[in-house]
């Protein structure tokens, strides 16, 4: 065998692997090298060496520069391997010899060369261009004459080394550029475009998975002018199930050639609807779902390396994180702006009523107020304590709704009857701005299972904003009918009417149209109140506008049929007859001034009271006192109201009176407590003196009817 001839006859290739089996197999005759038993000592020995080694190395010798190599040297051939063997440098590498021939021609005049790091572009290496690094000594060795016969090259591919210590370094900076950010779309814009710049890409963005789980969000992306911006919104579905499914399963979609039949054909179709020729998407996965990704397109193919794939994995993944987190701080903070702006339209609001009613106080006690003068204060002092109860009382019914304190008490009613107790209560604002209001109710009865007080308080928030936000003299529309298997309830104006892009955000807590100086007294709540107890029915409301006004929309479900029974409520409201006897009432309350309020209402009706400021007074009063109806406050200094509830309740006294809790709070838990004390009613303040009449007068009917025995 040849091989082992030349072994033999020549110990200098004996050695070396695969590649000192190719140069023994070369027919060095048709290389300008000649047979191996003719080439120089000096060439020999450094063929022996080179051979000997596991350091990537070649020789290049003559004038043509004739190339060997190692097996060491071999895979930094690509596909250059093995016909570089015995070939000119120069054709072995024409792609690079406008870099590396002139320091070649240095080497063959006798200068050695050493660098730690050159970089080429190949672009037959593998048949598509790259960047490479490379770290080597070029070193002349002089032939059997003296002069330079060749040169002898040791060297090391740093392509990855290199690649890797720049995207360390461009994941340094972008952590430090983000931790300087707070606003999530600048986080977006900047870091697509510094990735865009590092990966020397066309376009970068990042794509969100709608919260319709069927549209991706494409808010921001970065573009070098080659490609289009692609933002907007997509179809999920159009992306095709490979891609879906890839990005779900948390892998990368790496496109080298959308144009390669070997893609999926929806990839390609997607790919190419965008414009891309190639691209690399790599998705976020949050909690096991897939919420979005980050892709980096190319217009034209590239072939797109492991590195730079990591790299947009880690990019993905880091920035997400980031943006998600300045979101939710952002969120915060806007909170906690809009909380900061509610406190002080609140302590606002709640102001505004007070002067009026000081000043109408200073009126009422001035000597000489005529009657019809103190008629009109009074009528305005009902006014302004209305407003005040209703803003307080939407706020504390707001924080009770939101935290699932409230209880519906439904029970099967007509819309009907709902929506006129809603215009009364309504009426006063709609005529003090005259309006026209026009009602239309669907002949048919409208049942639907709800609270009836709460569902009214739906209708007159609507009606009054209604008549708050449309200029004096306008219209106001409230109609309901049945639409299917629901009641479709709309009231309209022809008011200042809403921006679009608040027509969604009225309903959020604290949200205001315009500032709190245009405000129409308010506290940006109630369309909160509004929007959750509709849902607690079952229904949905949404808000519209056009030049002409607003209309706001409530549906709710509808019931079967109406039962029969629906005027029994009304039934328990009703005042009955006249006082028959005069009652003992016994009032109680730490607060001295309500304790007189409530004792002369209840004095002008004919009855006896006494009085007591705190729990032990309360027993002992209500011993010698021997009331038949005690109103107790429940935050007493000293025993509080449940105990003295439950010490009456002990006594002779307790046997027969009417216990009436007087409280702040008013949630079912609030009520079960105050039950469970021994109390018989629950009334929650400002009490209505109306509310204290119907009792009183029911009560001293009973009296009369089945005194106590
Ligand atoms: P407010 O107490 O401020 O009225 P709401 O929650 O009831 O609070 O309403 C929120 C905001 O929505 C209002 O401040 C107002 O800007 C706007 N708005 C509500 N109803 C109407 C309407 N019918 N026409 C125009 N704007 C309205």
């Known amino acids: 065998m040849q091989d082992s001839a030349h072994g033999d006859l020549l110990p200098f290739l004996a050695r070396g692997g695969e ?44 004038p043509a520069r004739t190339m060997l190599y190692n097996d060491g040297y071999a895979p930094l051939c690509g596909a250059k391997h093995p016909a570089a063997l015995g070939r000119p440098f120069s054709e072995v590498w024409a792609d690079i010899i406008d870099v590396v021939g002139p320091i070649m021609d240095d080497v063959y005049r006798g200068i050695a060369t050493h660098m730690d790091d050159i970089q080429f572009t190949m672009r037959d290496r593998y048949g598509y261009s790259e960047e490479t690094h490379f770290e080597f000594s070029y070193t002349p060795v002089t032939d059997g004459s003296g002069s330079i016969g060749g040169m002898f090259c040791a060297c090391n591919e740093t392509t990855e080394r290199v690649i890797a210590a720049r995207h360390l370094r461009f994941l340094f900076d972008l952590s430090d550029r983000l931790r300087k950010l707070t606003d999530p779309a600048t986080m977006m814009r900047d870091t697509s475009r510094a990735l865009g710049m590092h990966l020397e890409a066309n376009r970068v963005g990042y794509a969100e998975v709608a919260p319709d789980n069927t549209t991706l969000l494409i808010e921001h992306d970065w573009v070098d002018g080659v490609l289009n911006h692609l933002t907007g919104r997509f179809r999920l579905q159009d992306f095709g199930t490979d891609i879906l499914t890839a990005l779900d399963a948390g892998q990368t979609v790496r496109i080298d050639d959308a144009g390669d039949l070997r893609h999926p054909e929806s990839a390609r179709r997607a790919f190419q609807a965008s414009g891309a020729g190639s691209g690399l998407s790599a998705p976020v996965i949050t909690e096991g779902l897939f919420v979005g990704a980050l892709f980096v397109h190319q217009a034209t193919p590239r072939r797109w390396r492991d590195d730079e794939e990591g790299l947009v994995r880690d990019v993905a993944a880091r920035t997400w994180h980031a943006i998600e987190r300045a979101r939710s701080e952002r969120k915060l903070r806007d909170e906690h702006a809009r909380k900061d702006e509610f406190l002080a339209t609140l302590a606002h609001e709640l102001r505004n009523p007070l002067a009026p009613l000081r000043s109408g106080l200073g009126v009422l006690n001035a000597h000489d107020t005529s009657a019809a003068a103190a008629e009109k204060v009074r009528d305005m002092m009902a006014r302004q304590l209305a407003h005040m109860v209703r803003l307080i009382d939407d706020l504390l ?47 048919e009865s409208l049942p639907v299972d709800a609270d009836p007080t709460r569902l009214a308080q739906v209708l007159s928030n609507l009606l009054n904003n209604a008549a708050k936000y449309t200029p004096a003299g306008g219209h106001i529309t409230l109609a309901a009918a049945r639409d299917d298997h629901q009641v479709v309830i709309r009231v309209v104006d022809t008011g200042v009417g809403i921006p679009q892009d608040m027509l969604r955000s009225v309903f959020d807590m604290f949200t205001q149209v315009g500032d709190a100086e245009h405000g129409q007294g308010g506290l940006g709540i109630g369309l909160t109140l509004v929007r959750r107890l509709t849902e607690m029915h079952g229904g949905t409301v949404t808000a519209e506008s056009s030049p002409d006004g607003s209309t706001f929309t409530v549906r709710l479900p509808l019931a079967e049929e109406p039962r029969a029974g629906l005027l029994d409520r009304t039934e328990a409201t009703t005042p009955v007859a006249a006082p028959a006897v005069p009652l003992r009432v016994l009032i109680v309350d730490d607060n001295v001034d309500a304790v007189e309020m409530l004792a002369m209402l209840v004095e002008l009706q004919g009855h006896t009271t006494a009085s007591a400021h705190n729990g032990v007074q309360a027993v002992s009063v209500a011993d010698a006192f021997q009331p038949d109806v005690i109103f107790l406050d ?24 009417l216990l009436v809790a007087l409280t702040g709070w008013g949630s ?38 089945h005194p106590p025995t």
């Open 634 to 657: 429940i935050g007493l200094p000293g025993l509080d109201g449940y105990q003295v509830a439950r010490e009456i309740r002990q006594r002779p006294v307790g046997a027969h009176v």
């Open 19 to 62: 590649m000192g089996s190719r140069i023994r197999d070369c027919d060095w005759t048709r290389t300008p090298l000649g047979p191996p038993q003719q080439w120089p000592q000096t060439l020999r020995t450094l063929v022996a060496v080179m051979l000997g080694s596991r350091q990537p190395m070649f020789i290049a010798w003559g």
């Open 397 to 443: 019914d707001v924080s009770r709704v939101s935290r699932g304190l409230v209880e519906l008490r439904k029970e099967r009613v007509d819309v009907k009857e709902i929506a006129t107790s809603a215009i009364e209560t309504s009426l006063p604002i709609i005529d003090a701005n005259n309006h026209r209001l026009s009602v239309s109710l669907a002949s």
């Open 668 to 705: 079912a838990e609030d009520k079960n407590r105050t039950q469970r004390a021994g109390f018989d009613l629950h009334f929650t303040k400002p009490v209505e003196p109306e509310a204290v009449e119907r009792l009183l007068v029911r009560l001293a009917h009973d009296r009369a009817t």
